[in-house]
């Protein structure tokens, strides 16, 4: 029996090494570095998103400020055009008004041009004429200022002359030398015309009194 073999059990030394503490430690870091960096990531990519999002608004945004723009600038150049085209045109009905008028005046000229015109005739014609000029500025609102005998308004009559006078009292319209016209009102062209003052015996009058 001494010479019997012992068998020595066979160990595995590897599975039988005792931990290192560092190593554990620096894979346990690992692992949470990795856990951190997963919610970190889809923070990061929802940012991103926002950011996508928020480009996307802001360049539809542009297209809809472009687009208004464009927009005013097109009605700006319609309301010119408009604009433009009322100025060249505001006259129109008024001028075709006129041309009747225009007509009568050519025919009355080569009337009067004639041999055998007949005074009487021209004459009649000519009132004619100037009743349809008148119908006419009346329908667009061009009045007649013909102040005789009115007392003088310096708004719509212009004085070139003093004239005494016993009969008419002191600043009244003795003679229109130039009649006056109003367009609705506003004054286009003001009255010529010649006022009245106090004569002679009416200020002698006034003296003896005093």
Known sequence: MANEERTI??????????????ESQT?????????????ETAELEAVQQLLEDARSKADEHWNELLRARAELENQRRRHERELDKGRKYALEKFAQDLLPVKDS???????????????T????????????FNEV???FGIETIDPQGEAFNPDFHQAISTQESSEAAPDTVLTVVR?????????LRPAMV?????????????????
């Open 137 to 139: 500025v009346a329908r």
């Open 27 to 39: 894979q346990a870091e690992g692992g949470e570095q990795i856990q951190e960096a997963a919610p």
């Open 121 to 132: 005739a021209l004459r009649e014609g000519t009132e004619l004429i100037l009743k349809m």
């Open 105 to 119: 005046l050519e025919m009355g000229l080569a009337a009067a041009q004639a041999e055998d015109a007949n005074v």
């Open 194 to 210: 010649v006022v009245s003052k106090p004569g002679e015996q009416t200020t002698a009058g006034v003296d003896t009194q005093a």
């Open 179 to 187: 009649k006056g016209y109003a367009l609705n009102g506003r004054l």
């Open 9 to 22: 059990p066979e160990t595995n030394v590897a599975s039988e090494r005792p931990e290192d503490p560092v």
